[in-house]
């Protein structure tokens, strides 16, 4: 409650919640699904979309480790992305093993490995995961430029409204779009791009295994990469931004909660 009213400015109505930020915050107290552990653990979930749609579209893996200092950076490519399975935000590009700062990412990640994500604003599929850091393939487009993000907004299996996170990685920039790749008038968290992204190609095949990755989930966010036209898994998001972040126009906020319906179970 406080969190909420920190940073939305207004009370949270948990017992009778009508906003997408407020039913996010019902979700967390009592949608407790164990397999959302799974999905929200960067190591375990890789298993667990390769059943779903397959694992061509999941990003491949060279290694796992619980400490930092047991990587072998002999035995990774020249380019290579090291992160923590069980955080946000602990992630390190290497593009060139020449120049690689070893002790820069071994601060960063050591750091993220006694990190428990869960405290920030009580994301509880978070609070159990198995702390290990990861590497996997670089993925990078010709241009040599960081992906682009496609971030679908699932309910009850069904995408409604996606985000494009463009120019990562230097001034990322946010643009919402329907299923018919209309845009949409909306602020959150970012401002809009000056250029809005064109339609990738896969839009539709992004859209297809977004609805099956969210089936039986009363919300989730699905989140792809398209490089050089192949599709990969990102990530599953339960509570985008923990629910305490506003949309521009406000309403935006009552149109998602209409959309999200809460298991009849819990009411």
Same mark, same amino acid.
């Given at each position: 409650?406080?969190?909420?009213?920190?940073? +939305?400015?207004? *009370?949270?109505?948990?017992?009778?919640?009508?906003?997408?930020?407020?039913?996010?915050?019902? +979700?967390?107290?009592?949608? !407790?699904?164990?397999?959302?552990?799974?999905?929200?653990?960067?190591?375990?979930?890789?298993?667990?979309?390769?059943?779903?749609?397959?694992?061509?579209?999941?990003?491949? =893996?060279?290694?796992?480790?619980?400490?930092?200092?047991?990587?072998?950076?002999?035995?990774?490519?020249?380019? %290579?992305? +090291?992160? @923590?399975?069980?955080? @946000?935000?602990?992630?390190?590009?290497? !593009?060139?093993? &020449?120049?690689?700062?070893?002790?820069?990412?071994?601060?960063?990640?050591?750091?993220?490995?006694?990190?428990? /994500? /869960?405290? *920030?604003?009580?994301?509880?599929?978070?609070?159990?995961?198995?702390?290990?850091?990861?590497?996997?393939? /670089?993925?990078?487009?010709? #241009?040599?430029? =960081?992906?682009?993000?496609?971030?679908? /907004? @699932? %309910? #009850?299996?069904?995408?409604?409204?996606?985000?494009?996170?463009?120019? !990562?990685?230097?001034?990322?920039?946010?643009?919402?779009? #329907?299923?018919?790749?209309?845009?949409?008038?909306?602020i959150y968290r970012k401002p809009n791009a000056s250029t809005l992204p064109e339609k990738p190609r896969d839009f539709e095949k992004m859209?297809? +295994?977004?609805?099956?990755?969210?089936?039986?989930?009363?919300?989730?966010?699905?989140?792809?990469?398209?490089?050089? *036209?192949?599709?990969?898994?990102g990530e599953y998001t339960f509570f985008p931004a923990g629910g305490g972040a506003p949309f521009v126009p406000e309403q935006w906020d009552?149109?998602?909660?209409?959309?999200?319906?809460?298991?009849?179970?819990? &009411?």
């Open positions: 409650r406080k969190m909420y009213q920190e940073k +939305l400015n207004k *009370e949270l109505n948990v017992d009778c919640p009508k906003t997408f930020n407020e039913k996010l915050q019902w +979700l967390k107290l009592y949608n !407790r699904r164990p397999e959302y552990t799974v999905m929200a653990d960067k190591y375990a979930v890789k298993k667990y979309v390769s059943d779903k749609i397959g694992s061509e579209y999941v990003v491949p =893996l060279l290694g796992a480790w619980e400490d930092f200092d047991n990587i072998d950076f002999s035995a990774l490519p020249e380019q %290579f992305v +090291l992160k @923590c399975n069980h955080d @946000c935000g602990s992630i390190i590009i290497c !593009r060139d093993k &020449r120049t690689f700062d070893i002790n820069a990412a071994r601060k960063k990640l050591t750091k993220g490995l006694k990190r428990n /994500y /869960y405290w *920030e604003s009580r994301e509880w599929p978070y609070k159990d995961i198995p702390p290990k850091i990861i590497a996997e393939e /670089y993925l990078g487009n010709d #241009d040599g430029k =960081l992906p682009i993000d496609y971030k679908f /907004y @699932c %309910f #009850d299996g069904e995408p409604k409204i996606m985000f494009i996170a463009s120019n !990562r990685g230097k001034d990322t920039k946010h643009d919402f779009y #329907d299923m018919k790749f209309n845009h949409l008038d909306i859209q297809s +295994l977004a609805a099956i990755l969210s089936k039986g989930i009363p919300f989730v966010r699905i989140d792809f990469y398209s490089v050089n *036209e192949q599709i990969y898994f009552d149109i998602l909660g209409g959309w999200l319906n809460l298991p009849e179970k819990y &009411r």
